[in-house]
C-alpha cells in the first residue's frame, strides 16, 4: 500500500534533515493518511478510503463525496476512486 492520498493525490516530499552545526542529511515529509468511510449519497453506498486529513476537510467543504469527485480532476484520483467517480456520472446521466 502506497503512502498516497486517494483523492488528491498527495504523497510523500522528501528534503533535509539540518543540524545546528547545518550537517544535511535527507529525510522524508510523509502525508497524514486516514482510513475513513464515506458516503455516496446519489450511489447510495460507503466506500472506504486512504485519504490525507487535509482531504477529509475538503470533501466536507465541497459538500461530500460525491461533489468533490465530480470536481476533481481524473490524474490525481486512485483507480478505485476513479471508479466510483465513473458510477457516478453513469447514475447522474441516467437520472
Do not use: W
Not at 543540524?19 to 497524514?32: A, E, M
Not at 472506504?48 to 459538500?63: E, K, N, P, Q, Y
Not at 461533489?67 to 466510483?84: I, N, P, Q, T
Amino acid at each position: 500500500m502506497s503512502r498516497r492520498c486517494e483523492l488528491t493525490g498527495k504523497g510523500v516530499l522528501t528534503g533535509n534533515r539540518v543540524s545546528h552545526s547545518n550537517i544535511k542529511t535527507r529525510r522524508r515529509y510523509l502525508p497524514n493518511l486516514n482510513t475513513v468511510t464515506l458516503t455516496s449519497d446519489t450511489l447510495g453506498r460507503s466506500y472506504r478510503f486512504r485519504i490525507a486529513a487535509s482531504a477529509l476537510r475538503t470533501v466536507d467543504h465541497r459538500g461530500g463525496l460525491d461533489a468533490f469527485l465530480m470536481k476533481a480532476r481524473d490524474e490525481e484520483l486512485s483507480g478505485r476512486a476513479l471508479d466510483v467517480k465513473r458510477d457516478l456520472v453513469k447514475a447522474q446521466a441516467s437520472a
